[in-house]
T-cell receptor, first 114, second 111 residues
Framework: DAGITQSPRHKVTETGTPVTLRCHQT?????MYWYRQDPGHGLRLIHY???????DKGEVSDGYSVSRSKTEDFLLTLESATSSQTSVYFC?????????????FGEGSRLTVL | QKEVEQNSGPLSVPEGAIASLNCTYS??????FFWYRQYSGKSPELIMS????GDKEDGRFTAQLNKASQYVSLLIRDSQPSDSATYLC???????????FGSGTRLSIRP
């Protein structure tokens, strides 16, 4: 199994506070993704990265920023959390190599914004 | 129009029957197509990938692709209760390294 861990796994925060979710991989994969999952919407792509310092926006990037200063870490930041960002966040790596689409997911981070 | 569309279900199929899950996509330049399975409260896991028109079989699973109709399907033969899950269709967008998912179809296998 590709080693991928997300932290924190659960977080409750208040509207207006900053939140950072971390995705860490041990396999040196180039492509990493952040998705959010909400009932009725499936998985929606927030941001993705194709290398250190190389990132791009997905379908629902407003209100989110990302950083990738090292191959193994992909950080998702909510600068000022809102209740609409209450969701389950999944990080994924492209386990098949370079942009194969064969994603391996972390266990998810459940974020509640009050 | 959503880029990847699936019927949300629930789709109820008797044990031992064939379950048929469908997906359409809008980006005509897409080249790679995937089916993921997600059990309740768990992460999605890849079960099938398909890249060319036609059928691809893996055990009880068959993925079918028709690029002209922009249609992907997943057949599950001899359905088992353990197949009860949400099935997510995903497409590799042609213009970027984006993997776009449909909203998923919930499948329930009844004994």
């Amino acid at each position: 199994d590709a080693g991928i861990t997300q932290s924190p796994r659960h977080k409750v925060t208040e509207t207006g506070t900053p939140v950072t979710l971390r995705c860490h991989q041990t396999e040196n994969h180039r492509y990493m993704y952040w998705y959010r999952q909400d009932p009725g919407h499936g998985l929606r792509l927030i941001h993705y990265s194709y290398g250190v310092k190389d990132t791009d926006k997905g379908e629902v990037s407003d209100g989110y920023s990302v950083s990738r200063s090292k191959t193994e870490d992909f950080l998702l930041t909510l600068e000022s959390a809102t209740s609409s960002q209450t969701s389950v966040y999944f990080c994924a790596i492209d386990a098949g190599g370079v942009n194969t689409g064969e994603l391996f997911f972390g266990e998810g981070s459940r974020l509640t914004v009050l | 129009q959503k880029e990847v569309e699936q019927n949300s279900g629930p789709l109820s199929v008797p044990e031992g029957a064939i379950a048929s899950l469908n997906c359409t996509y809008s980006d005509r330049g897409s080249q790679s197509f995937f089916w993921y399975r997600q059990y309740s409260g768990k992460s999605p896991e890849l079960i099938m990938s398909i890249y060319s028109n036609g059928d691809k079989e893996d055990g009880r699973f068959t993925a079918q692709l028709n690029k002209a109709s922009q249609y992907v399907s997943l057949l599950i033969r001899d359905s088992q209760p353990s197949d009860s899950a949400t099935y997510l269709c995903a497409v590799n967008h042609s213009s970027a390294s984006k993997i776009i998912f449909g909203s998923g179809t919930r499948l329930s296998i009844r004994p």
